[in-house]
Structures are given as C-alpha cells and as structure tokens.
C-alpha cells in the first residue's frame, strides 16, 4: 500500500516544482487514496510523504512546503 500512497502523493504535487504546503498535499493524498483504500490513515500518508523525502523524490523545506524533485519526476512519471 505504501508505493500506492507514494504515488497518489507524487501525482498530487505540480511538475513544474512549485512549492506546495504540506499540510494541503496530506490532505489532498488522503482524500484520493480513502477511496481506493477507506482503511489508510492520515500516519500512513505522512509516512509514506517522509519516505518520498527520504529517498530523495520531494523536498520538504523548514517552512513546511513541500516541492517534487526531478528525481522524483523521473522516477514517478
């Protein structure tokens, strides 16, 4: 379930890289991903989020926006 989230996730953030804060890309994520799977919770999406940033497929910067990265383009499109 993890890659599906990761995926929701990457398809919700803009492939030009703007910044998008992260609080709204949770939430954004969790409404997509409830109707393939009621049971995610909001720990799941943001765990799957800090993978993302982990591996280098988003940036989360101090200010709590949030930007995908070429890798990232790349590596989900």
């Given at each position: 379930?993890?890659?599906r989230?990761?995926?929701?996730?990457m398809e919700?953030l803009?492939?030009?890289?703007e910044?998008?804060?992260?609080?709204t890309?949770?939430?954004n994520v969790?409404?997509?991903?409830r109707?393939?799977d009621?049971?995610?919770?909001l720990?799941?999406?943001?765990n799957?989020?800090?993978?993302?940033?982990?591996?280098?497929?988003?940036f989360?910067?101090?200010?709590?926006t949030?930007?995908a990265t070429?890798?990232?383009?790349d590596a989900w499109s």
């Open positions: 379930m993890s890659r989230i990761k995926r929701v996730a919700n803009p492939m030009s890289q910044r998008v804060d992260l609080d890309l949770a939430s969790m409404l997509d991903i109707s393939i009621p049971e995610v919770t720990f799941d999406v943001f799957a989020i800090k993978e993302l940033n982990e591996t280098q497929d988003l989360i910067f101090q200010n709590g949030v930007s070429s890798h990232g383009i």
